[in-house]
């Protein structure tokens, strides 16, 4: 496998569903022994999951965390690691999105999705650079101390109407892994984040799921189609290996050419 994860151990939040399940069952493929996170109420979504990594020859278990309560983060990677030995990959994937008119947006609309989508990755980088630095270097099982990917979004730079809670919490994202990657380059500890554009998952369904709303999304995208959870997935597969060993700090734009404002193509 040219990613070359055997051997080491890796941690996707919000793996029950979408980009998350589609990441874990990749790394598992490329040889990582991965826990497949999963809040309240989805603990058989991840034994699903595992159960389809274990089916295709892979190692998995699930391991439960609301990503924005401190104590279950820790347990989870405390868990992980009693489990597995160490962790040597985080995805920091679990997010929502809670729209609504701005003058309209309630306190809680507004903390909630600040606390899973960017408190939540605040927890859960923490947790995995402790274990990191506690660890130490392994190298024979990889040229970095410690990965960390950042689900983050498009919607990083491009501003969202009727979304600014969300937008926010990815702005937030991109600097808090950029002031990681800085943080931590000494000790070899690699942060980058991943942008997906439109990607085909339940959290936004109503934006694909009929024809019109997918020839309205499609005008969004030069590139002529609405992403998959595999695209995501196989650029976290890169970001999580050392073939992407000099590079920190990054975020890689994977969205179709959204990002590349399309409605100017052929305009003035
Ligand atoms: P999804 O709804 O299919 O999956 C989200 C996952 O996060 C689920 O497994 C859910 O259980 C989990 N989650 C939510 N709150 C949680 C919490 N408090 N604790 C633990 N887990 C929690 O959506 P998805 O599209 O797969 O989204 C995954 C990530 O990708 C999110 O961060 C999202 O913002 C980002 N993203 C998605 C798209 C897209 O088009 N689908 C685009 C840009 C960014």
């Given at each position: 496998n040219p990613y070359g994860l055997s051997g080491q151990v890796a941690l996707v939040t919000g793996a029950t569903s979408g980009i998350g399940r589609q990441t874990a069952i990749a790394l598992?493929?490329?040889?990582?022994?991965?826990?497949?996170?999963?809040?309240?109420?989805?603990?058989?979504?991840?034994?699903?999951?595992?159960?389809?990594?274990?089916?295709?020859?892979?190692?998995a278990m699930p391991v439960h965390a609301?990503?924005?309560?401190?104590?279950?983060?820790?347990?989870?990677?405390?868990?992980?690691?009693?489990?597995?030995?160490?962790?040597?990959?985080?995805v920091a994937n679990a997010g929502l999105e809670r729209p609504a008119p701005f003058q309209d947006m309630s306190l809680e609309d507004w903390r909630m999705v600040i606390d899973v989508n960017l408190t939540g990755q605040f927890l859960c980088t923490r947790a995995a650079i402790r274990e990191f630095l506690r660890r130490g270097m392994q190298p024979d099982i990889s040229h970095a101390l410690g990965k960390i990917v950042?689900?983050?979004?498009?919607?990083?730079?491009?501003?969202?109407?009727?979304?600014?809670?969300?937008?926010?919490?990815?702005?937030?994202?991109?600097?808090?892994?950029?002031?990681?990657?800085?943080?931590?380059?000494?000790?070899?500890?690699?942060?980058?984040?991943?942008?997906?554009?439109?990607?085909?998952?339940?959290?936004?369904?109503?934006?694909?799921?009929?024809?019109?709303?997918?020839?309205?999304?499609?005008?969004?995208?030069?590139?002529g189609r609405i992403g998959e959870t595999s695209d995501i997935a196989n650029a976290v597969l890169w970001l999580a290996s050392d073939l992407s060993d000099y590079m920190t700090g990054e975020t890689l734009f994977v969205d179709g050419g959204m990002s590349l404002y399309p409605s100017f193509r052929g305009a003035g």
């Open positions: 598992a493929g490329a040889g990582a022994a991965v826990a497949v996170n999963y809040r309240d109420g989805s603990r058989q979504d991840a034994e699903a999951v595992c159960a389809d990594i274990a089916a295709a020859g892979g190692t609301d990503v924005r309560e401190e104590a279950q983060v820790d347990s989870m990677v405390a868990e992980t690691v009693a489990h597995f030995g160490t962790l040597h990959i985080l950042c689900m983050s979004s498009v919607h990083q730079r491009i501003p969202w109407a009727f979304a600014a809670n969300y937008a926010a919490s990815k702005g937030g994202v991109a600097l808090l892994m950029q002031s990681l990657a800085q943080e931590f380059a000494p000790s070899r500890i690699r942060v980058n984040a991943i942008a997906p554009g439109a990607i085909r998952t339940p959290i936004n369904r109503k934006a694909w799921e009929t024809d019109a709303a997918m020839q309205e999304l499609l005008t969004l995208m030069p590139y």
